[in-house]
């Protein structure tokens, strides 16, 4: 189990997966926006997603869970 945690603070821009989904290293998951850019999130590793903390428009910070794989 992976447990992707927001890099940085910031806004949800984009969640792109859902909870069942299969992905692929490197895949991107959640578009955050911070300082005026937007920032993908990427998968660390292939799995599948077990649960998305996080929805469009919410304001995260640093370290907060975004997405948990299994």
């Known amino acids: ?3 992707i945690r927001a890099e940085m603070a910031g806004k949800v821009l984009e969640v792109l997966v859902s909870e069942g989904d299969s992905v692929a290293e490197d895949q991107d998951l959640i578009v955050i926006e911070s300082m005026k850019m937007q920032i993908p999130v990427g998968s660390p590793e292939e799995g599948t997603v077990a649960k998305v ?15 948990e794989l299994s």
């Open 1 to 3: 189990m992976a447990m």
């Open 53 to 67: 903390f996080v929805v469009a428009e919410q304001f995260v910070n640093e370290g907060d869970p975004i997405v």
